[in-house]
C-alpha cells in the first residue's frame, strides 16, 4: 500500500505561504509526481463555503469559540474528502495553512487546550513536514494589505495580532522541532523557494527509502 506525503505551510498573513507552495507545487510536478495543491480554510467544496463565513465581515462577527467550531468543520470536511483521498492514492498534499493555524490564531484567547481537545476528536492527523514561512511581521503586512480582497477580517485585527502571532509560531516550532521547519521568509522569492525544496526533497527521499 502507498501512502502520500502531508505537507504544510504555515506563517503569518503575507508570509508568502501561498506564493511558496504554488511554487513547490510546481517544481514537484517538474518532477514528474502529481502533488494535490490545496488551502484552509477551504480545499474542499462545503469548507470552500465556511471559508466566506469566517474570512469576511467584521472582526467581532464570531465569539472565539463559534469561529473554531467553524474552522474545524471546515478542516473535517477537507480532511474527508480531499487529503485523505489523495493520501491514500500514494500523492504529496501541499495545504496553505493547517491546524498549527488554529493552534495559533483560534488559541489566541486561552483556548489553545480546547483547539487540542477538539483536534484529537474531530481531526486526528498532523502533517509528516509543516513549512513555516518566517518574517518580520510589519513587511508581511504590508504585502497583504496590499492585495485589498474581501478576505481581510484576521488582516483587520492589525499589526499586534501579527506579531503574536509571529511568537506564537516560533514557539509551535520548538514544541515540534521534528515536524516543523523554520524557513526564513523575508529574502527573494527564489531563494526561500530553494530551501524550501531541499527540506521537502529530503523527506520524500525519506519516504522511499521507508
Ligand atoms: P501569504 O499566503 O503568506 O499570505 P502570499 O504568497 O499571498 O502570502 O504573498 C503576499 C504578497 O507578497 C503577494 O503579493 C506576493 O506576490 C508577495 N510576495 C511573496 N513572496 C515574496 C517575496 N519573497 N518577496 C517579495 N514579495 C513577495
Ligand atoms: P489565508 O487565506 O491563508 O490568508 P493569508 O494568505 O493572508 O495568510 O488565511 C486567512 C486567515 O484565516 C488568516 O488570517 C488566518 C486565519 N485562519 C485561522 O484563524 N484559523 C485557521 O485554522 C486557518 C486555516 C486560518
Request: proline residues 3%.
Amino acid at each position: 500500500m502507498t501512502t502520500g506525503l502531508f505537507l504544510s505551510f504555515e506563517g503569518i498573513d503575507g508570509s508568502g505561504k501561498s506564493t511558496q507552495a504554488r511554487r513547490l507545487a510546481a517544481r514537484l510536478e517538474n518532477d514528474g509526481l502529481s502533488p494535490v495543491l490545496t488551502r484552509e480554510p477551504g480545499g474542499s467544496d462545503g469548507a470552500e463555503e465556511i471559508r466566506a463565513l469566517v474570512l469576511q465581515g467584521a472582526t467581532d462577527r464570531w465569539s472565539p469559540e463559534t469561529e473554531l467550531l467553524l474552522f474545524t468543520a471546515a478542516r473535517r470536511d477537507h480532511l474527508e474528502r480531499t487529503i485523505r483521498p489523495a493520501l491514500a492514492e500514494g500523492r504529496v498534499v501541499i495545504c496553505d495553512r493547517f491546524a498549527d493555524s488554529s493552534r495559533m490564531y483560534q488559541g489566541r484567547q486561552g483556548l489553545r487546550d480546547t483547539v487540542d481537545t477538539l483536534h484529537d476528536l474531530m481531526i486526528g492527523t498532523e502533517p509528516d513536514l509543516t513549512v513555516l514561512v518566517d518574517m518580520d511581521p510589519a513587511s508581511a503586512l504590508k504585502r497583504a494589505k496590499a492585495r485589498a480582497t474581501a478576505e481581510e477580517r484576521f488582516e483587520d485585527f492589525g499589526l499586534a495580532l501579527q506579531e503574536q502571532m509571529r511568537r506564537g509560531f516560533l514557539d509551535l516550532a520548538t514544541e515540534f522541532p521534528d515536524r516543523i521547519h523554520v524557513i526564513d521568509g523575508d529574502r527573494s522569492e527564489d531563494a526561500v523557494a530553494d530551501d524550501i525544496y531541499t527540506v521537502v526533497a529530503r523527506a520524500l527521499e525519506q519516504r522511499r527509502n521507508g
